[in-house]
């Protein structure tokens, strides 16, 4: 089912204390909302996280996994090892993820399959680099980012799959894609899904954009008819603002 969602991805930011202030914020002021909720600390806090969100309709999500079910991969996280904190969704494919470790789209299905082996659910990332936009290439670049990853699960597999169309040259930047250029993009997608797969998998599929949301662009790009809400990364470290981009949302 199609959901509105506002997602923080709080990357590699925040003590433990400062992680609790920042979920305390949020369990005494996001209020009732039809809104899902996810934040994404690092590793070491998603147990506490989990534990302080215990009785609050927020969802702690992981920023990624290993493609391995165990074994001897020093340094690296594992599904099984989030199930066992309570941790059920993972992000995959963040573009920071693809820029600086270097993961490309082999190594992004095969996260995405154990990712659905282990019964998790995904938030998978895409998006263009500026480049692909210059040169008018973007749709093409996005198609291709998606054929070869997403696009490969069965029609089953959907009901764990949220998309976060993410332009790269909008992370953490400042510059936003226009409200347009994303529905744009969100629009083109679901067609794409639709055609591909069927009417109902493309009408309930969430696709949130992701790129330097604010509280004063996040009303504009949420009002659109295919962008069912937002991937967060700067602004879901301030909890004035992150509450203000969920209720631009509702
Ligand atoms: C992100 O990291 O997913 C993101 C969208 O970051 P920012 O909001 O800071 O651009």
Redesign the pocket.
């Known amino acids: 089912m199609r959901k509105k969602i506002v997602a923080g991805?709080w990357?590699m930011n925040n003590s433990l204390n400062e992680t609790i202030n920042l979920i305390n914020d949020l369990k005494q002021n996001v209020g009732r909302t039809d809104v899902k909720v996810m934040i994404s600390p690092s590793f070491p806090f998603l147990k506490t996280a989990v534990d302080q969100l215990k009785d609050v309709n927020i969802e702690v999500v992981a920023q990624n996994i290993n493609d391995n079910k165990s074994g001897a991969y020093t340094g690296e996280v594992s599904t099984d090892m989030l199930k066992s904190v309570g941790v059920y969704t993972t992000l995959i494919g963040?573009s920071e993820r693809r820029a600086y470790y270097h993961e490309n789209d082999e190594l992004l299905l095969k996260k995405i399959n154990l990712a659905l082996e282990s019964n998790l659910n995904i938030i998978f990332c895409f998006g263009e680099e500026l480049k692909d936009r210059k040169s008018n290439s973007h749709f093409d670049i996005v198609k291709s980012q998606l054929d070869n990853t997403v696009m490969k699960l069965d029609a089953k597999s959907w009901q764990k799959i949220v998309l976060a169309y993410?332009p790269v040259w909008?992370?953490?930047t400042g510059e936003t894609a226009s409200a347009d250029q994303a529905q744009e993009i969100h629009e083109f997608v679901r067609n794409y899904i639709l055609e591909k797969f069927s009417h109902k998998i493309a009408n309930d599929l969430s696709i949130i954009y992701?790129?330097?949301?604010k509280p004063s662009n996040a009303v504009e790009i949420f009002n659109k008819k295919d962008v069912d809400g937002g991937?967060?990364?700067?602004?879901a470290l301030n909890s004035n603002d992150f509450i203000q981009i969920i209720k631009a949302n509702n």
């Open positions: 991805n990357k963040h993410e909008a992370i953490g992701g790129g330097s949301v991937l967060i990364g700067g602004a």
